[in-house]
C-alpha cells in the first residue's frame, strides 16, 4: 500500500528571503522534496526584476556550506542508488528510458558537485548549463581538465541519446531497446 504524504501548499513567487527560506533545516520541502530545495539554487533569470534574484543568489552564495554540502551528498547518494544503470546479458532486449536509465545519473551528478562546491549561486552569472557547471568546477581548480572533458562528453553523449529517442519516437516516449 502506498502512503501519501499530504504537504502544505507554497508558491514560488515570492521575495528572495522567502526563496532562502526552502534552503533552512528546520524547513519541510529539504525532505518532501529534495529536488526542488536543489534546484532553486540554480535559478536563471527570464524576465522581470533581475535584482531579485540577484538578492536571492547573493544570500544563497553566503548560506551554511555545511548545510549545502551534506544535503548534496545525501541527495547524490540516493540518486546514484535510483538512477543505476543496469547493463547486461539480463537485461539485453529491455527498453531503457533514456532520461532515468542514461540521462538522470550524469545530470545528477555534476548538480551535486556543483552544489556541493558553490557553483550554483555564483551571483556573477546569470544562468548555467551543465557544461557550464564543468566548465567552472574545472576553473576552481575542483576538478582536472580531463575529468572535465569526461564529463562533459559523457552528458553529450547522454543528451544525445535521449534527443534521438524523442525523435525517433515522435517525442513520445524515452524508452529506447537496449540491442
Given amino acids: 500500500t502506498t502512503e501519501t504524504v499530504i504537504k ?3 508558491e514560488l513567487i ?12 528546520d524547513n519541510d520541502w529539504k525532505d518532501s522534496d529534495k529536488h526542488l530545495v536543489q534546484a532553486l539554487r540554480t ?7 533581475k535584482q531579485l534574484l540577484d538578492d536571492y543568489k547573493q544570500q544563497i552564495h553566503s548560506f551554511d556550506q555545511q548545510i549545502l554540502r551534506n544535503r548534496s551528498i545525501a ?18 532486449g529491455k527498453l531503457l528510458d533514456t532520461k532515468k536509465n542514461i540521462y538522470r545519473l550524469g545530470d545528477r551528478i555534476v ?3 556543483a ?9 556573477e552569472i546569470n544562468h548555467f548549463t551543465v557544461w557550464q ?10 576538478i582536472s581538465a580531463e575529468g572535465a572533458r569526461h564529463l562533459k562528453e559523457s552528458v553529450s553523449i547522454a543528451i544525445e541519446l535521449r534527443l534521438r529517442t524523442y525523435a ?4 513520445r516516449e524515452e524508452n529506447m531497446s537496449s540491442y
Fill in 8 to 10: 502544505k501548499p507554497y
Fill in 111 to 113: 548538480n551535486a558537485l
Fill in 133 to 142: 557547471f564543468i566548465d567552472e568546477l574545472q576553473n576552481q581548480e575542483i
Fill in 115 to 123: 552544489n556541493y562546491y558553490n557553483v550554483t549561486s555564483n551571483p
Fill in 14 to 25: 515570492c521575495t528572495p528571503e522567502e526563496m532562502l527560506e526552502f534552503q533552512q533545516e
Fill in 43 to 49: 535559478m536563471s533569470y527570464i524576465c522581470g526584476n
Fill in 168 to 171: 525517433n519516437n515522435d517525442s
Fill in 75 to 92: 541527495i547524490l547518494k540516493e540518486d546514484i542508488e535510483a538512477f543505476e544503470l543496469k547493463l547486461g546479458d539480463k537485461e539485453e
